[in-house]
C-alpha cells in the first residue's frame, strides 16, 4: 500500500501551479465543502485532526485558533513564508508547486475565523516563488474565488497580498515578521501580549507556517480524524522533511509525521555519500540539538524527537558522515546567528560574535581547553535569556555539539589544528550546501 501524499502528489505535473489544472484534480473542493458548513465545525475538524504547527514550535494549530478574542475586528492572518532557517527548504516548494493549494487553505481558515484580509509573508530570496503566489492569487480574483465573494458563491469578501521581506532570518519570528509587515524594523516583541490577541496594527492575528495552512483543505475535505490516523498520538498527518548533507538522495521528502529518522536516511535518502559512515544528524534545521549516530533509530513526531534531547522543529535533516569536523559545522553555524542577531537584546547581540569568534579560533588550532569552556558557559548565559527564541536557536547547537563531540573540540586546540585535515566538510561545500539546501525535491 502506498503512502498518502497531501503536500506533495502535484510535485512535478506539468502546469501543478495553474488554476485549472489544479481545479482539474480537485482543487478547491474543499472551500466549497467549508463554504456549506459552519465555521465552528471547520475548527472542530482542524482540531480532531491534530495538526501540529510545521514552522518549528509543532504548536496545536486548532488550539491556537481559539485563542483569538471572540468580539474583536477586524482580525488577519498572517501566512509565514520566510523560510530562513538553515537545512530547512520544503515550503518553497509548495508555493512554486502548488500555490493554489495555499491559497484554498488560506481561504478556508480566513472563513473558519471570520478574516477578510490576510498576508503571505515570503522571504525576500525567493522571486521565483514570489511571482508563482501572485499568478494564484490573480488567477483566483480573477476566476471569482476570492474577491468580494467566495467562489462567487457567499458573500464573504477576502483579499490576499504576498508581501516581500528583505532577507531578515529574525523576521521568521511571528512577531518580528508582525513589525517589519507594518513597515518597522523586525525587532522581535515582548510576549505576552500574543499576536492572536494583539497582532498585525494591534489586532488579533493568526499567524501559521505555510506547510500548515496548505494541510486545511485536506482535513476539510476528508475530515480531522482521518488527518489524525495518518499520525500517532497528538501529531496528525504526513510532514514534509528536507534532506540534505551527505547523502546520495538530499531532497524533499513527504512522510507521515511519525516516520523514523533512520530509514528516512539510509533508505530513502539513499544513505551516506560514499558509504562512508554516519557521524551525527541534525533533525530538525540548523538550531535542533545534534543527534550522534548511534541516536537516530527514532521516530520523528515532535514529542519523540524531544524525548531523545533535539527537536523536529522544521523538518530539516542535516546528515553529517565520518568525514566532516564538527568544530567547522558548527563554527558555520555560529557565523550565521551571530550574522542574523537582530541586535536588541544583549546576551545574543553579544554572545553570538563572542561565540562565533571562539569556534573559529579553536577550529583554526589557535584556542586552548579553556577556551572551550568558556565557549559553553557563553552559550549556556545566551539560552533564555533574550525576547525571542533567535538566543536559544544560537545557543543550543553549540550546547548539543559540545556535549556529543567535546573531544573533537579539544582534540583541535590539543594538535594546534584540525585533526579532520583541509578538506573536511563543515556546511560550506557545494553542491550539497545545508545552509541552502538542494533545490530539487523526492518522494
Known amino acids: ?19 485549472e489544472n489544479y481545479r482539474a484534480d480537485g482543487g478547491y473542493q474543499a472551500l466549497d465543502k467549508a463554504l456549506g458548513m459552519e465555521p465552528v465545525a471547520v475548527v472542530e475538524e482542524v482540531k480532531k485532526s491534530n495538526l501540529r504547527g510545521r514552522g518549528g514550535a509543532g504548536f496545536a494549530t486548532g488550539l491556537k485558533w481559539t485563542f483569538l478574542p471572540k468580539d474583536i475586528r477586524p482580525r488577519y492572518l498572517t501566512v509565514n513564508a520566510d523560510e530562513s ?21 488560506i481561504a478556508i481558515t480566513c472563513l473558519a475565523l471570520d478574516i477578510h484580509l490576510a498576508y503571505i509573508y515570503i522571504r525576500g530570496e525567493f522571486a521565483k516563488q514570489a511571482r508563482a503566489l501572485e499568478a494564484a492569487i490573480a488567477e483566483a480574483r480573477a476566476a471569482g474565488i476570492i474577491g468580494p465573494r467566495l467562489l462567487g458563491k457567499k458573500d464573504f469578501a477576502l483579499d490576499v497580498h ?17 513589525e517589519s509587515l507594518e513597515g518597522k524594523k523586525g525587532y522581535p516583541r ?91 544528524v541534525i533533525p530538525g534545521g540548523s538550531s535542533a540539538p545534534v543527534l550522534a549516530a548511534h541516536e537516530i533509530d527514532i521516530s520523528m ?36 546567528y551571530a550574522e542574523e542577531s537582530c541586535g536588541q537584546c544583549t546576551p545574543c547581540r553579544e554572545g553570538t560574535n563572542w561565540m562565533e569568534g571562539m569556534l573559529h579560533r579553536i577550529e583554526a588550532g589557535h584556542a586552548g581547553a ?11 548565559s545566551i539560552a533564555g535569556n533574550t525576547i525571542c527564541a533567535l538566543g536559544d536557536a544560537a545557543a543550543m547547537p553549540v550546547q548539543s555539539f559540545l556535549k556529543k563531540f567535546k ?25 550539497r550546501d545545508a545552509v541552502a539546501g538542494p533545490m530539487r525535491y523526492a518522494r
Open 370 to 380: 579553556a577556551d572551550v569552556a568558556r565557549l559553553e558557559q557563553v552559550a549556556n
Open 162 to 178: 504576498v508581501h516581500r521581506g528583505a532577507g531578515a532570518y529574525i523576521c521568521g519570528e511571528e512577531s518580528a515578521l508582525l
Open 85 to 105: 532557517e538553515p537545512g530547512t527548504f520544503k515550503d518553497r516548494y509548495i508555493m512554486e508547486h502548488d500555490p493554489h493549494m495555499l491559497l484554498e487553505g
Open 301 to 336: 513526531e515532535f514529542d519523540a524527537v524531544k524525548a531523545a534531547g533535539s527537536m523536529s522543529g522544521s523538518g530539516g535533516v542535516i546528515v553529517f558522515d565520518e568525514s566532516a569536523c564538527m568544530v567547522r559545522a558548527l563554527a558555520r553555524l555560529a557565523r550565521f
Open 407 to 431: 573531544p573533537e573540540f579539544l582534540a583541535h586546540c590539543e594538535l594546534r589544528r584540525c585533526p579532520c585535515g583541509d578538506t573536511a566538510w563543515g556546511l560550506t561545500q557545494e553542491p
Open 190 to 280: 515582548l510576549k505576552p501580549p500574543f499576536p492572536a490577541v494583539v497582532g498585525l496594527w494591534g489586532k488579533p492575528t493568526i499567524i501559521n507556517n505555510v506547510e500548515t495552512i496548505a494541510n486545511v483543505p485536506w482535513i476539510v475535505q476528508h475530515g480531522g480524524e482521518a488527518f489524525a490516523a495518518l499520525g500517532v498520538g497528538k501529531s496528525g498527518g504526513t510532514r514534509l522533511f528536507g534532506v540534505s548533507g551527505h547523502v546520495n538522495r538530499p531532497g524533499v521528502y513527504e512522510k507521515p509525521v511519525a516516520y523514523n529518522l533512520k530509514k528516512l536516511i539510509m533508505e530513502d535518502a539513499g544513505g551516506v555519500l560514499g558509504g562512508r559512515k554516519l557521524k551525527a
Open 1 to 19: 500500500m502506498s503512502e498518502t501524499l497531501i503536500l506533495s502528489a502535484r510535485w512535478g505535473k506539468p502546469g501543478s501551479a495553474k488554476l
